[in-house]
């Protein structure tokens, strides 16, 4: 008898776990109230990386002269970049919807779920009906949703969070960014180029990444020409007039400053989408990160599992809820998952890329593991060279007996397509010789990697030998 699996939400946790478990035939309800694709698809991923590969054309028109290309005349016309970003999403929207159209065993639900208990979903329907639906077991895939500071001011006209500024028909002539995440340094990095004079106010720089790169991506943004201002914390926002002002105050220093601005983003955070959903009444515990979920991502009711990020787990990243969504219709369906959940590529699109897959340096001190580190630098590389983007580092870190890869951090060009070599080597547990035994072609970024697995053992041949002690 084919199990039935009701699924709360359908971004990318929520339809790739209703796709897995109608390949495994499964008789799948795949329940939306919004639009198909999730935050990921229609608010954040797509969006903003439509926005970034123009805000990366724009760098590059800057620039055109380095390159000895004569370009006058150009601009940026809002409506039609945001028509573009539309029209992006909508092919996208349409494609998963054919797909899962596709599966007889997927029945799509237009409506808001709760829970009635742990067998039984509710369904208030879009079109104004109700129904019950029975399953064998629920996953929850409800996802998160931008959250507000308790700054004072958050809530005048102007102050945004991140699905508003991407409603914008115009690029706003100065733009306050709060937050040093991953979330506000992409827009300050990709509103800088479109057009935007950017200030960003960051308490830390990528506090997750490995404290090396945020301290060395620093200097970058300020380059780059955002007005960067670090260590601090926005205290309050009022409005004079027409524009937006930030009184912000210093963490380690008595020292307040104030800045000006048409707009101003949070970017401080999403928060797991848990209203409505009756929880409590079913049973299911929360946290304040999420739904608290095993190591299976089942939660405290047996049966009904909560994936990507509305769960406790607190990664945020669109590829691990899918990844989540599969391990767990696998196991409902009695296999045994293939899938590494916990070491996965983390990406920032900020125009030196930003990337990293593994532990940090203080994880691993943490951890009490020993390890050792190479490093390359993209100054040494052709092909980043011949990009004219010289700029950056690749990071290796490696057990010192065994040299098993444990981490790998980029910054720097195309850092996010880079990072899958080290992805895929810390995921099998490979060590450096899987990549050094390896031929990379030449010119390619991917020589950068090569060099710096080399030098673990002092192999690297582009970095100048260290001097021997006598």
């Known amino acids: 008898m084919s199990k039935r699996i009701a699924i709360i939400g359908a971004g990318p946790g929520g339809y790739v776990a209703a796709i897995r478990a109608a390949q495994l035939n499964a008789d799948v309800y795949l329940i939306e109230k919004g639009e198909i694709g999730g935050t990921c698809l229609n608010r954040g991923c797509i969006p903003t990386k439509t926005y970034f590969s123009i805000a990366k054309m724009m ?259 669109a590829h691990v809820a899918s990844a989540q969504g599969e391990y767990v219709v696998e196991k409902i369906m009695g296999h045994k998952p293939d899938i590494v959940l916990y070491h996965f590529p983390s990406c920032v699109f900020t125009m030196n890329e930003v990337a990293q897959a593994g532990f940090t340096e203080d994880q691993l001190k943490e951890k009490g593991i020993e390890y050792k580190v190479s490093k390359f630098m993209f100054s040494a590389n052709g092909k980043a060279l011949s990009l004219g983007e010289p700029e950056g580092i690749v990071k290796i870190l490696a057990g010192k007996d065994d040299d098993k890869i444990l981490g790998i951090h980029i910054l720097g060009p195309h850092a996010n397509d880079l990072i899958h070599e080290g992805a895929l080597a810390i995921a099998n547990q490979l060590d450096a010789a899987a990549i050094t035994r390896t031929i990379h072609a030449h010119p390619t970024l991917s020589e950068a990697v090569h060099e710096a697995a080399l030098g673990l053992n002092d192999g690297a041949i582009h970095i100048t030998p260290k001097r021997k002690r006598n």
């Open 59 to 317: 760098s590059s028109l800057k620039r055109a002269n380095e390159f000895g290309i004569q370009v006058d005349g150009y601009k940026l016309d809002g409506k039609i970049l945001k028509e573009r970003k539309q029209t992006i999403v909508n092919t996208l929207v349409t494609g998963i919807e054919k797909l899962i159209s596709s599966y007889r065993n997927i029945e799509f639900i237009a409506g808001t779920a709760a829970l009635k208990d742990k067998n039984t979903v509710t369904v208030q329907l879009n079109d104004g009906g109700k129904r019950e639906i029975e399953a064998d077991n629920i996953i929850i895939a409800t996802g998160s949703y931008p959250q507000m500071t308790e700054t004072k001011g958050v809530d005048l006209e102007g102050v945004i969070t991140s699905d508003e500024l991407l409603e914008l028909d115009h690029i706003p002539e100065t733009l306050i960014v709060v937050g040093g995440g991953v979330i506000g340094l992409e827009f300050a990095s990709i509103y800088k180029e479109l057009g935007s004079h950017v200030i960003l106010l960051a308490s830390r720089i990528l506090k997750d990444s490995d404290k090396e790169i945020g301290k060395r991506l620093t200097p970058m943004l300020k380059k780059q020409g955002i007005e960067t201002y670090v260590d601090i914390r926005a205290k309050e926002i009022t409005r004079e007039g027409h524009k937006l002002k930030v009184l912000a105050r210093y963490k380690e220093k008595d020292e307040e400053i104030e800045v000006w601005g048409d707009y101003v983003l949070i970017a401080s955070g999403r928060g797991p989408v848990t209203e409505g959903l009756n929880l409590e009444g079913v049973g299911i515990e929360t946290s304040q990160k999420g739904i608290l979920v095993n190591d299976d991502f089942e939660t405290t009711v047996p049966g009904i599992y909560a994936i990507g990020d509305v769960n406790s787990k607190g990664i945020q990243l």
